[in-house]
Nanobody, 116 residues
Framework: QVQLVESGGGLVQPGGSLKLSCVAS????????TAWYRRTPGKQRELVAS???????YYVASVKGRFTISRNSGKNTVSLQMNSLKPEDTAVYYC??????????WGQGTQVTVSS
Protein backbone atom coordinates (compact mmCIF):
# COMPACT_ATOMS: atom_id res chain seq x y z
CA GLN A 1 0.00 0.00 0.00
CA VAL A 2 1.02 3.54 -0.76
CA GLN A 3 -0.36 6.65 0.88
CA LEU A 4 -0.29 10.03 -0.88
CA VAL A 5 -0.89 13.35 0.83
CA GLU A 6 -1.18 16.56 -1.17
CA SER A 7 -0.73 20.10 0.06
CA GLY A 8 -0.28 23.59 -1.32
CA GLY A 9 -3.62 24.41 -2.90
CA GLY A 10 -5.42 27.68 -2.35
CA LEU A 11 -6.76 30.87 -3.89
CA VAL A 12 -4.53 32.89 -6.20
CA GLN A 13 -5.07 35.74 -8.62
CA PRO A 14 -4.61 35.24 -12.36
CA GLY A 15 -0.92 35.37 -13.22
CA GLY A 16 0.07 34.16 -9.77
CA SER A 17 1.89 31.03 -8.66
CA LEU A 18 1.29 28.05 -6.42
CA LYS A 19 3.35 25.00 -5.57
CA LEU A 20 1.66 21.70 -4.88
CA SER A 21 3.44 18.93 -3.02
CA CYS A 22 2.68 15.23 -2.79
CA VAL A 23 4.34 13.16 -0.08
CA ALA A 24 4.33 9.40 -0.53
CA SER A 25 4.68 6.80 2.19
CA UNK A 26 4.37 3.04 2.39
CA UNK A 27 5.58 0.56 -0.23
CA UNK A 28 6.92 3.13 -2.66
CA UNK A 29 10.00 1.32 -3.96
CA UNK A 30 8.08 -0.27 -6.86
CA UNK A 31 6.36 2.93 -7.95
CA UNK A 32 7.08 3.61 -11.64
CA UNK A 33 5.46 7.00 -12.08
CA THR A 34 3.85 9.79 -10.14
CA ALA A 35 1.45 12.22 -11.73
CA TRP A 36 -0.74 15.22 -11.12
CA TYR A 37 -4.31 15.17 -12.38
CA ARG A 38 -7.06 17.74 -12.08
CA ARG A 39 -10.83 17.66 -12.21
CA THR A 40 -13.38 20.41 -12.70
CA PRO A 41 -17.13 19.96 -12.16
CA GLY A 42 -18.75 18.14 -15.06
CA LYS A 43 -15.45 17.09 -16.62
CA GLN A 44 -13.34 13.99 -16.54
CA ARG A 45 -10.13 13.91 -14.56
CA GLU A 46 -7.33 15.27 -16.74
CA LEU A 47 -3.66 14.30 -16.64
CA VAL A 48 -1.66 17.48 -16.06
CA ALA A 49 1.91 16.24 -15.65
CA SER A 50 3.77 13.05 -14.82
CA UNK A 51 7.28 11.94 -13.96
CA UNK A 52 8.68 8.42 -14.02
CA UNK A 53 11.31 6.85 -11.80
CA UNK A 54 13.68 7.21 -14.77
CA UNK A 55 13.01 10.93 -15.02
CA UNK A 56 10.78 10.96 -18.08
CA UNK A 57 8.38 13.90 -17.90
CA TYR A 58 5.07 14.62 -19.60
CA TYR A 59 2.94 17.79 -19.62
CA VAL A 60 -0.47 18.34 -21.12
CA ALA A 61 -0.24 21.00 -23.81
CA SER A 62 -2.25 23.60 -21.88
CA VAL A 63 0.32 23.82 -19.07
CA LYS A 64 3.60 23.51 -20.99
CA GLY A 65 5.92 26.37 -20.18
CA ARG A 66 3.92 27.30 -17.07
CA PHE A 67 4.00 24.20 -14.85
CA THR A 68 7.03 22.22 -13.69
CA ILE A 69 6.92 18.79 -12.12
CA SER A 70 9.86 17.64 -10.02
CA ARG A 71 10.78 14.80 -7.71
CA ASN A 72 12.79 14.70 -4.48
CA SER A 73 13.48 11.01 -4.00
CA GLY A 74 15.11 11.53 -0.62
CA LYS A 75 11.93 13.10 0.73
CA ASN A 76 9.54 10.88 -1.28
CA THR A 77 7.97 14.05 -2.62
CA VAL A 78 6.73 15.07 -6.03
CA SER A 79 5.96 18.74 -6.56
CA LEU A 80 4.10 20.76 -9.15
CA GLN A 81 5.22 24.37 -9.51
CA MET A 82 2.44 26.30 -11.22
CA ASN A 83 3.22 29.73 -12.64
CA SER A 84 1.21 32.20 -14.73
CA LEU A 85 -1.98 30.64 -13.46
CA LYS A 86 -5.18 31.17 -15.41
CA PRO A 87 -8.82 30.93 -14.32
CA GLU A 88 -9.15 27.77 -16.42
CA ASP A 89 -6.55 26.11 -14.16
CA THR A 90 -9.14 26.16 -11.37
CA ALA A 91 -9.75 22.56 -10.32
CA VAL A 92 -9.21 19.96 -7.66
CA TYR A 93 -5.70 18.64 -8.17
CA TYR A 94 -4.92 15.03 -7.35
CA CYS A 95 -1.62 13.26 -6.92
CA UNK A 96 -1.53 9.73 -8.34
CA UNK A 97 1.08 6.98 -8.34
CA UNK A 98 1.30 3.71 -10.20
CA UNK A 99 3.39 0.60 -10.79
CA UNK A 100 2.87 0.72 -14.55
CA UNK A 101 0.92 2.84 -17.03
CA UNK A 102 -2.11 3.11 -14.79
CA UNK A 103 -2.65 4.88 -11.49
CA UNK A 104 -2.92 2.54 -8.52
CA UNK A 105 -3.09 5.07 -5.69
CA TRP A 106 -4.66 8.51 -5.32
CA GLY A 107 -4.35 11.33 -2.85
CA GLN A 108 -7.35 13.11 -1.39
CA GLY A 109 -7.06 16.15 -3.67
CA THR A 110 -6.35 19.82 -3.07
CA GLN A 111 -8.40 22.73 -4.38
CA VAL A 112 -6.76 25.33 -6.61
CA THR A 113 -8.82 28.43 -7.38
CA VAL A 114 -7.57 31.10 -9.76
CA SER A 115 -9.74 34.19 -9.49
CA SER A 116 -9.51 37.94 -9.08
Amino acid sequence: QVQLVESGGGLVQPGGSLKLSCVASGSIFRILATAWYRRTPGKQRELVASITSGGRIYYVASVKGRFTISRNSGKNTVSLQMNSLKPEDTAVYYCGAGYSDSIDYWGQGTQVTVSS
